[in-house]
């Protein structure tokens, strides 16, 4: 059984940083693809960056030289740190992971960025 916990989120205001986690497990996480996304109120989720089992990574062009995605195999948990963050950054951030052609979802995490 495949699961998924993020946490890390809360309210920063603009320019201020954030550090989200997700720890995985049901899954053979060394070999395993990892996203994270977030969907922001009237919209929908997108795609924010992902890493490979290889480390290769790939973020949106709107969190490029802000956003960091990594991975710890030891702890089976992916990272996200967020820096200089804006208002339009504000959304709730989902880990994902696919196993057998089924993507798997965290139960998300809130950032909330004020001005």
């Known amino acids: 059984q495949v699961q998924l916990v993020e946490s890390g989120g809360g309210l920063v205001q603009a320019g201020g940083s954030l550090r989200l986690s997700c720890a995985a497990s049901g899954i053979i996480y060394s070999i395993s693809t990892m996203g994270w996304y977030r969907q922001a109120p009237g919209k929908q989720r997108e795609l924010v960056a992902t890493?490979?089992?290889?480390?290769?990574?790939n973020y949106v062009d709107s969190v490029k030289g802000r956003f960091t995605i990594s991975r710890d195999n030891a702890k089976n948990t992916v990272y996200l740190q967020l820096n200089s963050l804006k208002p339009d950054d504000t959304a709730v951030y989902y880990c994902?992971?696919?196993?057998?052609?089924?993507?798997?979802w965290g139960q998300g995490t809130q950032v909330t960025v004020s001005s």
């Open positions: 994902n992971t696919r196993k057998f052609s089924t993507d798997y």
């Open positions: 890493i490979t089992a290889g480390g290769s990574t």
